[in-house]
């Protein structure tokens, strides 16, 4: 990976969940975060079906959230974590009382995904 040849500390890189689908077949998110390593530095995290880049939420679509935690738990991830959800049908063209409760709730169960692991890895 290029990032880790310049080898500055205030380099990075951001991690699209959903982007890392697009136009690909048989994608490994789990060597895609462990390539990053302690090189990620943000996340966008999102749902897919695989296909297209959908914004949906988490658990919605294809992606092992439970695999992905454990994946960010064993870089340490500290980092940044944006939900992006813009796209997804569900919410077009509603205003953002419609979607903040069910994007909270989405976020706070991969956040106990996290937390989860955590406790067992103490």
Known sequence: MEVTKINNPCL???LDTGHSFVGKEDVDLSKNVLEC???LFALHIQD???????????GQGII???????DLVSIDYQGVLTLE???SPEFAERNVDHILPKAM?????????RE???RRRS
Request: positive net charge; glycine residues 12%; contains cysteine.
């Open 37 to 39: 390593g302690r090189n």
């Open 48 to 58: 897919t079906d695989g296909k297209k880049d959908r914004h949906w939420l988490p």
């Open 116 to 118: 989860s692991i955590g």
């Open 85 to 87: 959800i813009s796209g």
């Open 12 to 14: 990075g890189l951001c």
């Open 105 to 113: 709730e989405s976020i706070k169960n991969v956040l106990k995904l």
């Open 64 to 70: 092992n959230w439970a695999q992905f935690m454990k």
